[in-house]
């Protein structure tokens, strides 16, 4: 069966395109303003489902990463496998409302065995297969993994359980060799990493240039991804310039996440923050660095707010980093299929007819009005409303 879309904006042109059944057709020029625009189905790199929608529950007593991180520790003796699912269930639906193909979420992994919620997830992941893909990530913290009597066991059932390696760095002793040793993991179980890293003001953290030059040595590119790096939004100009052209040259990509760095970074009751606390999204893409967004944390201690949806992430962006609509749209569509080792999705003909539909002539539009009706299509189906 085949079905017509009139007047739809993509890259500056407005369109006709005709779906054949689960495929796009063809796509044809046409006068005058487009009434829609299109948008491939997107990918997020960086969620936490394990502490997702826990918030109503643990408030933190103290603003910042680390009132976060002390919150939401308190709250662990709650996550039973009932409990992780449901939350975990109620992240997937809002996603598929949203219209997300693929997810990769971190997963807390504190000590050598693996955690109740990996394989919670697992099952997760399992249950919507052919929906949404769902990746796993561990994340441990690096004094952890890079531990010669812990790491490796990690690494063994991360590699197991067809997961990805990660870590969390932040200004960490002995940092080199200890990083060395998780790249070796990585290189022993042919794992791709993941780091949580610099996620701080610090201009002393640099932990990404240290990833950088770990993933050069290594020959990794491609398999190397980082989130954060919050300190290249404050260190010295010329330092940040000097690794942003090492990591694009090694190819190591970085996700950003607007809404939990937003929240946390320069946080201080009865202050307003002044900075922003995001990584410099301009000079990192025109250093070559791929760069994506991410949801990061959804109603929780680290961003009380929020919902899965790359939409909202995006417009975050735009308005926090100055960015033009238009550019900027594959941070939530190509640029994390292919840092999640996933194949691209097009608008093209013979291509899956796989995308979002937003009732706006342009991107502009799109930015701002938030609650333009917006309709998800899958194999050439539209997806019922919620």
Known sequence: MSAALEAVHLNGQTLRITLDGARIGAITPVAG???????????????HLDKTHVIDRCPPAAP???GAIAAIMADVPNWTADDLRA????GMREAWANGFRAIRTHVD???AQA???WSVLGEVAQDWAGRITLQRAALTALDTLGDPAIGPQIAAEVARTGGVLGCFIYRNDDLAAKLARVFDLARAHDLWLDFHVDEGLDTEATGFDAIVAQTARHGMGGRVLCGHACSLGTRPEADVARV???AAQAGVALTILPTSNGWLQDNSPGRSPRLRGMAPMQELRAAGVAVLLGADNVRDPFYPYGSYDALDIYRQAVLG???APADWLDTITAAPARALGLPEARIAPGEAADFLLIAVPDWAEAISLPRAARQVFRAGALQPER
């Open 109 to 111: 992994w504190p000590a």
């Open 33 to 47: 303003p487009a009434q829609a625009v299109i948008l491939p189905l997107p990918v997020d790199p960086h969620v």
């Open 115 to 117: 955690p109740l919620s």
């Open 321 to 323: 980093q100055h960015l």
């Open 87 to 90: 939350r975990a269930e109620r």
């Open 64 to 66: 910042g990463l680390f």
């Open 244 to 246: 942003m052209a090492q």
